[in-house]
């Protein structure tokens, strides 16, 4: 195990390009941001795609909503 871990974030590695959402889950579409991400810099990485899920909603609004705001 290395002695310390460097976290980067998109910003810092200057990755602007917008990762296609195709996967049917959260899951499958936090993998695609990894594989993108890693194969473009060729290094490790992980990735999240925090899709809200509201029980009393019926699960709304989703994987399908997109963020409204940028930072």
Known sequence: MPQAINLL???DIHF???IAETAVTIE???LLKAK????????????DD?????????GAPGKT????SKP
């Open 9 to 11: 974030s998109l910003y």
């Open 16 to 18: 602007t390009e917008e």
């Open 28 to 30: 499958g579409n936090a």
């Open 36 to 47: 993108t991400v890693a194969e473009k810099f060729d290094t490790n990485c992980f990735a």
């Open 50 to 58: 925090s899709g809200l899920l509201v029980d009393a909603l019926d």
């Open 65 to 68: 909503e997109k963020p409204t």
